[in-house]
């Protein structure tokens, strides 16, 4: 059974600092994706990640995915307050062409001023 | 494009009584999935669907839950003789055909008195 781990669940940071997010995953997968969810909200789709060593950024978020070693990290730079939210990491078992994501347990990120 | 629509947002039953959530999926869009959320947890896959099939619902409780995606309107979660252990955020997403990130709705969050 695949198994989604992030750490850390909770963050709490001020603003213009720096922290990484970690989601680590049990299976081998070539697709990860990272969503971020606001209270009472749906899930936002920030970063498709879908080879080894995919870089994406945008604004002060930026992911990467390591297949071999089966990690993905969310680094946030500079933090601001909007960016406080849940984030979730999720891995695609991809079978059978269905998208079928297991997710992790999420952090939340709370940024404070 | 209204993205995808979830019906009712919020719903309230009494155990024993049925809950029908409705998705339609974003247009031009033809596979449904239906994630449910437990409170503070991640999302967890129940079914995919295609028009007039159950492709994969390995995430479905074996009894009271069923779910439909017929050719005409839209996908529909039912679930029977709800329990207080229903009471979670359904989300319902959707994809076109070889797409590789799945729109979520916002939910239809389900309490069972």
């Known amino acids: 059974e695949l198994k989604v781990e992030q750490n850390p669940l909770f963050l709490s940071m001020q603003e213009g600092k720096n922290y990484t997010i970690y989601c680590n995953y049990s299976?081998?997968?070539?697709?990860l994706y990272w969503y971020r969810q606001d209270p009472g909200k749906s899930l936002e789709s920030l970063f498709v990640?879908?080879?080894?060593?995919a870089v994406k950024q945008e604004g002060r978020l930026m992911a990467s995915l390591d297949t071999k070693a089966r990690l993905s990290t969310l680094h946030i730079t500079a933090a601001v307050h909007d960016l406080s939210a849940t984030y979730f990491c999720?891995?695609?078992?991809?079978?059978?062409?269905?998208?079928?994501?297991?997710f992790g347990q999420g952090t939340r990120l709370t940024i404070n001023p | 494009n209204a993205g995808v629509m979830q019906n009712p947002r919020h719903l309230v039953r009494r155990r024993g009584q049925e809950a029908r959530l409705r998705c339609s999926p974003m247009?031009?869009?033809?596979?449904v999935y239906w994630y449910r959320q437990l409170p503070e947890e991640g999302l967890k896959f129940m079914v995919y669907?295609?028009?007039?099939?159950?492709?994969?619902e390995s995430g479905m409780p074996k009894e009271r839950f069923s779910a439909e995606f017929p050719k005409e309107g839209p996908s529909i979660l039912r679930i029977q003789q709800v329990v207080r252990g229903d009471s979670a955020a359904y989300f319902c997403?959707?994809?076109?055909?070889?797409?590789?990130?799945?729109?979520f709705g916002a939910g239809s969050r389900l309490t069972v008195l």
């Open positions: 299976t081998t997968s070539d697709r």
């Open positions: 997403a959707s994809s076109g055909s070889g797409a590789n990130v799945l729109t």
């Open positions: 990640l879908l080879s080894n060593g």
């Open positions: 669907l295609q028009k007039e099939n159950i492709i994969d």
């Open positions: 247009k031009g869009h033809s596979h």
């Open positions: 999720a891995v695609d078992l991809g079978i059978q062409g269905a998208q079928k994501l297991v």
